[in-house]
């Protein structure tokens, strides 16, 4: 199959719709937080070089750059988080007949579902750095787009919410203590933030007054 960021926005949607369970919530989670980081970026771009925004162009230059690179990070994790769930998906296959079989096959579903842990935490701890990116565009970016550095805001949210919901799911089902609590405590942390930021950036701005 082709990477998936490789293929039209229906394409990709029609896959996602069908009975396989990748791509799924994470891989589209990865995809709205790269939507995020490329609205960001484009108020970025309709704010540098104006003069009525001169003294937003230093702020302006840093949302364009730190939101380029987030968004090829997202990207790649669309792909990224199937993967992962494929890498589960396998190890079920595998032959259980001995004893020896099934400790094999055990320790691979092992090793699956903390990929299938780590991606989706990884996006969530990325999408959340939109946020403040667009906190900036809300504030000192072009105001004939301030919906658009909104609706940043909102993508990054559900990309770091619903990667954080991914990940922990896959928690439950893993046998490393340590690790399980390693990234709970993560998850916890990213949906705070997700949870504050988005207040911070609807609370900078008249339009978002009744939301």
């Known amino acids: 199959m082709s990477a998936l960021i490789d293929l039209s926005v229906k394409d990709f949607i029609q896959i996602t719709s069908l009975d396989a369970p ?31 925004y001169a003294a937003s162009e230093e702020d302006m230059q840093r949302v364009k750059a730190e939101a380029d690179a987030i968004k090829e990070e997202l990207l790649a994790a669309v792909d990224k988080d199937t993967e992962s769930f494929n890498q589960y998906m396998d ?8 004893e020896e079989e099934k400790a094999v096959r055990r320790a ?26 667009a906190k900036l565009a809300v504030e000192k970016g072009n105001t004939n787009a301030v919906t658009d550095a909104l609706v940043a805001c909102m993508m990054a949210r559900t ?12 928690l439950g089902s ?9 990234l709970a405590a993560r ?6 933030q997700a949870q504050a930021c988005e207040r911070e950036v609807f609370a900078v701005n008249e339009i978002t007054k009744d939301f």
């Open 187 to 192: 998850v916890d942390a990213v949906v705070a």
């Open 22 to 52: 990748a791509p799924g919530g994470g891989s589209v989670s990865a995809m709205a937080g790269s939507v995020g980081a490329a609205l960001a970026e484009m108020v970025s771009v309709l704010t540098i070089g104006r003069e009525k």
């Open 108 to 133: 691979a579903m092992q090793e699956g579902l903390k990929a299938a842990a780590l991606v989706p935490i990884g996006v969530a701890e990325t999408a959340v750095r939109v946020l403040p990116l």
């Open 91 to 98: 190890a079920l296959k595998l032959p259980k007949g001995t």
């Open 159 to 170: 990309a770091a919410l619903g990667a954080a919901l991914n990940c922990r799911i896959n």
């Open 174 to 182: 893993i046998k490393d203590e340590e690790f399980v609590q390693k």
